[in-house]
């Protein structure tokens, strides 16, 4: 079984940062796709970054410019450097990543997501 861990939330002033760490572990052979999302009080998940194994990303038009994703494929973790932080910002904040694990009947690809970790940008 693969598990993801989030780590690094926090409270933050407005236009302050944070760093966001997300490992995974367990029986790996190598992880695909590597997300955050986030999700505010009383509003749906959205997606926040994006990267492939290979290393290119994405970003919603939110946080373009502010927020950095970044993975170490060597240590199976994901991170999101957050700068310029703004109150709209504030959300529980969750990695998701693809993963490819053995199995019984050979590699499967799996789905996991992590506990969250929260990000609270207020003065």
């Known amino acids: 079984q693969v598990q993801l861990v989030e780590s690094g939330g926090g409270l933050v002033q407005p236009g302050g940062s944070l760093r966001l760490s997300c490992a995974a572990s367990g029986s790996i052979f190598n992880i695909y796709g590597m997300r955050w999302y986030r999700q505010a009080p009383g509003k749906q998940r959205e997606s926040v970054a994006t990267i492939t194994e290979g290393g290119t990303t994405n970003y919603a038009d939110s946080v373009k410019g502010r927020f950095t994703i970044s993975r170490d494929n060597a240590k199976n973790t994901v991170y999101l450097q957050m700068n310029s932080l703004k109150p709209e910002d504030t959300a529980v904040y969750y990695c998701?990543?693809?993963?490819?694990?053995?199995?019984?009947?050979?590699?499967?690809?799996?789905?996991?997501w992590g506990q969250g970790t929260q990000v609270t940008v207020s003065s």
């Open positions: 998701n990543a693809d993963v490819r694990e053995p199995t019984p009947r050979g590699p499967k690809v799996s789905n996991y």
